[in-house]
């Protein structure tokens, strides 16, 4: 039977259309219908929302947020938490702004903002793994005592300047700027390589596969031979090192290493973004896809509010509401797959 030239054509694009739902994952359905609705109602209340400057602010804003986030969905998955990363974020901040202004080296700035990054979140993994502490007490721990740290490294604990231009370039310079298209925020490139590689990562390696399976089911993790302390040291120190890049893009941006302001709040922020990206607390499940749509709607969120004039103490409610109602949906899924699974194995036995 021959096939005609528009059913070819048809046929190609329903096979677009499937590889970029398999791309992006049919759960993420929700968030992306949940941020077309955002979107639409937010333009009908202010003619400034598809102004190219306001589309590269969302873009720029959405850098320090979504690295944190990164990093915060393999922690999730594996069935941890951090709450310390805002904390590891200003430390990070603080260094990088002190390597900068004594040596001039942006590079140098940035490393040791990573390496510190890496160092505390070896930190709360061997305060898991060794002494045995439950993730979120032993990082709500290392959240005083790191934002403890940032304040003790910085010079009479107040933020220290930076006026290196080279270094700005990373929080609010620009690349791809051609014609009458703005260009993209370099640090939301960032954002975008590193969510790239983390997504192959997550759904590619050895090492993605072990984070989930020892999220679903730590017993038969180890017994499949998976070293659960291993992986929580490498989780956690990606996680930190993330939130250290994280820190330095926010003194690029702000031109000052920031022990607190500017750090402060980003692990309620990216927690949120990843159980609305369609984690669960239990761990076992979560994308980075799903995560990087959800930092996407929380910047859409508050550029809205703000562009509406909407008092930042009315942000943080429906922050922290946002967050409730995220971990009740993951709840409430995990709860009904539980009871579709034991439907389904009490079938099986009658059959």
């Given at each position: 039977m021959s096939v005609s030239a528009q059913e070819a054509q048809g046929h190609k694009a329903d096979g677009i259309i499937k590889r970029a739902m398999n791309a992006i994952g049919a759960e993420n359905l929700s968030l992306i219908i949940a941020l077309f609705l955002m979107i639409a109602l937010i333009s009908t209340q202010t003619e400034?929302?598809?102004?190219?400057?306001?589309?590269?602010?969302?873009?720029?804003n959405m850098a320090v947020v979504g690295l944190i986030a990164v990093g915060m969905?393999?922690?999730?998955?594996?069935?941890?938490?951090?709450?310390?990363?805002?904390?590891i974020a200003g430390c990070g901040s603080v260094m990088s702004a002190?390597?900068?202004?004594?040596?001039?080296?942006v590079l140098g700035g940035v490393g040791v903002s990573i390496a510190v990054g890496l160092v505390l979140g070896l930190v709360n993994a061997g305060i898991i793994s060794i002494l045995r502490v439950n993730p979120v007490v032993a990082t709500l721990a290392t959240f005083s005592a790191f934002r403890?740290?940032?304040?003790l490294i910085a010079p009479g604990g107040r933020p220290v300047g930076v006026l290196d231009p080279a270094f700005?370039?990373?929080?609010?310079?620009?690349?791809?700027?051609?014609?009458?298209?703005?260009?993209?925020?370099?640090?939301?490139?960032?954002?975008?390589?590193?969510?790239i590689g983390a997504h192959f990562v997550m759904r590619t390696t050895v090492f993605g596969r072990s984070i989930y399976s020892m999220g679903g089911n730590p017993v038969a993790a180890r017994l499949a031979g998976i070293n659960l302390t291993k992986m929580r040291f490498a989780i956690y120190a990606i996680s930190g090192a993330l939130s250290g890049l994280a820190g330095a893009i926010v003194t690029a941006r702000t031109s000052s290493g920031q022990p607190a302001s500017g750090t402060q709040g980003l692990e309620l922020e990216a927690i949120t973004a990843v159980f609305l990206g369609g984690a669960l607390l239990a761990g076992g499940k979560g994308t980075i896809v799903g995560t990087m749509l959800a930092v996407l709607l929380l910047a859409t969120l508050?550029?809205?509010?703000?562009?509406?004039?909407?008092?930042t103490f009315y942000q943080l409610v429906a922050k922290g509401l946002l967050l409730v109602l995220a971990v009740a949906i993951g709840q409430w899924r995990m709860a009904y797959a539980e009871r579709a699974q034991a439907r389904q194995t009490a079938a099986s036995a009658e059959g």
């Open positions: 400034y929302f598809f102004s190219s400057r306001n589309i590269f602010n969302i873009a720029q969905t393999l922690v999730i998955v594996s069935a941890g938490l951090d709450i310390s990363v805002g904390s002190l390597v900068v202004v004594s040596t001039g080296s403890g740290v940032a304040f700005a370039e990373l929080g609010s310079g620009k690349i791809f700027e051609i014609g009458p298209f703005p260009g993209i925020p370099v640090a939301f490139g960032i954002l975008l390589i590193v969510a508050s550029n809205g509010m703000n562009l509406l004039g909407i008092p």
